[in-house]
């Protein structure tokens, strides 16, 4: 792996949130350190807003909090997985991946079905969890399941194997290698279910 600048270019597959602007709450609020008359911010949102990871918390009562996840889970070796249609089935995912994944991987998926909104279903999260891959992302043009019934279900199916989801990817289509090295962590918060992220691919030169 060569760090040397110019030998490895960046991604950012983040979305930049907009205070006031958002679907989800986000405000914030400037004041001063009196220490030093120094600037900072209140800053006033959700777990889910933007580009965010999700941990088990988010769908079990008793699940591991992003606190709690290792970091190893939201850095390391990502497949960009193309998927061709609207249903994202165990077939098209064996058809893109190749075998390629390996345990411990991060997989994302990437839709080339626009302009329709794709979907996982129940036989491509149990591929996704005999792949034993650690996080899972996409953007939003994809869904974990057609409707409440089978997103719930593949949710259970997905972090009940300690698999993590990333959503709101961006800039997706940028990422020009087939596999990359992947940043995305969040923020050490005891407690919390999810958390914005800063997400991002390393693509190094051959």
């Known amino acids: ?59 079990y009562e008793d699940g591991k909090d992003v606190s709690e996840v290792p970091l190893e889970t939201f850095v390391g070796r990502a497949v960009i997985l193309d998927q061709p249609s609207t249903e994202i089935t165990a077939q098209t995912l064996e058809a893109a991946d190749g075998g390629r994944t390996q345990p411990g991987d991060i997989l994302i998926l990437r839709n080339r079905s626009a302009p329709q909104k794709a979907y996982i279903n129940k036989d491509a999260a149990q591929w996704l969890v005999e792949r034993k891959i650690v996080l899972l992302g996409f953007d939003s043009s994809v869904t974990t399941g057609h409707d409440k019934a089978e997103n719930r279900e593949n949710h259970d199916i997905l972090m009940g194997a300690g698999i993590c989801l990333l959503e709101v990817l961006a800039n997706l289509d ?20 999810s958390s914005p992220v800063r997400a991002f691919a390393i693509e190094f030169e051959d």
């Open 1 to 59: 792996m060569n760090l040397q600048r110019g030998k490895y270019r960046l991604v950012d597959l983040s979305r930049t949130i907009i205070p006031g602007e958002e679907d989800r709450r986000l405000e914030i609020r400037r004041g001063v350190i009196a220490i030093d008359d120094t600037f900072m911010h209140e800053i006033d949102t959700m777990s889910h807003v933007g580009t965010h990871v999700e941990a088990p918390a988010h769908f």
């Open 174 to 193: 940028r990422i020009s290698q087939p596999e990359v090295f992947f940043v995305a962590a969040p923020l050490k918060i005891k407690g919390l279910d």
